[in-house]
């Protein structure tokens, strides 16, 4: 047993044994709670949460939403995480932002009624089980001016994996018709704003297209002496420049940004040849 302790193999036996007992212990853990989740409990603390918190409101559908919010800062990753209480019918849609605490369901506000008329973009992807059943309704939302201000995932499984996924609830039902409800109002919401979206994106277009062009000029500016500049601002200006696909040509804030680009390097290794030459 010793010999086999210190041989080579060992690692390698370690880390595969190690491997399969979380393997085992994550798929017994989720089907622990997609068994609890058949009980309801969760399912009818969160319809009754949102039933008190719309009175008078009859006929409505409950339906549990999240969304993880995940941002880059350098090295850095953030992950901000979002809860949802959702109440709809087949054109309207309420929506009551969530905290849980242990067993108890702590609104952080009111719930908003979200009617395709306050809307001015609404895109819905759906995923759909091999039946053609909605699995997961992603949805994001914009305002008449074109800012979003929700993005929001509807699955049918909803596990309580941490502090982070806090519930059991599963919800085919209410899946597939919170899918119905978005496909329509989509619908309704591209007809109602027609052109929006295309004028939305034109704008950011010049705005990101003015900021390339600054820096590509910087850049220009500076090829001769300081190539190495050249190549970062133009490289930056490349990621904000205008692409054909967006404009529909090849815009000069993308020309100037690559100019930029092609002359710092150009420089970069002129002056790299002559200061080995030297």
């Not at 086999?4 to 399969?20: D, E, G, I």
């Not at 949460?49 to 939403?65: D, I, N, Q, S």
């Not at 914009?142 to 909803?158: A, R, Y």
């Not at 052109?195 to 850049?219: F, H, M, P, Y």
Request: net charge positive; proline share 4%; aromatic share 10%.
């Amino acid at each position: 047993m010793n010999e086999f302790l210190q041989s080579k193999y060992f690692p390698y036996v370690a880390f595969a044994l190690l491997v399969v007992g979380i393997f085992i212990y994550v798929t017994i853990r989720e089907k622990i709670n997609l068994k609890q989740a058949e009980n309801g409990e969760d399912k009818e603390r969160l319809r009754q949460a949102m039933l008190k918190a719309l009175p008078g409101e009859t006929g409505l559908r409950v339906a549990y939403g999240h969304w993880e919010d995940v941002q880059y800062r350098g090295r850095t990753r953030r992950t901000t995480y979002y809860c949802y209480g959702l109440a709809f019918d087949s054109s309207r849609l309420f929506l009551m932002p969530l905290r849980y605490e242990k067993d108890l369901i702590v609104p952080l506000q009111r719930p908003v009624l979200l009617a395709a008329e306050s809307l001015g973009i609404a895109k819905c992807s759906i995923l759909k089980d091999k039946n053609g059943n909605a699995r997961r309704v992603r949805t994001t939302l914009h305002d008449k001016n074109g800012e979003k201000f929700l993005d929001l995932d509807v699955d049918v499984e909803n596990t309580r994996d941490d502090r982070y996924h806090p519930v059991n609830i599963v919800q085919p039902e209410e899946c597939q018709q919170f899918c119905d409800l978005m496909e329509s109002m989509c619908s309704k919401v591209e007809r109602e704003n027609e052109g929006l979206e295309e004028r939305i994106n034109q704008e950011n277009a010049a705005k990101q297209g003015k900021t390339a062009i600054i820096l590509s000029v910087i850049g220009l500016a500076l090829c001769f002496v300081f190539p190495f500049v050249s190549i970062v601002l133009g490289g930056i200006g490349l990621f904000y420049a205008p692409k054909p696909k967006q404009v529909g040509r090849v815009a000069p804030p993308l020309i100037l940004s690559a100019l930029s680009l092609v002359l710092g390097l150009v420089f970069t290794g002129v002056t790299v040849y002559f200061s080995m030459t030297l």
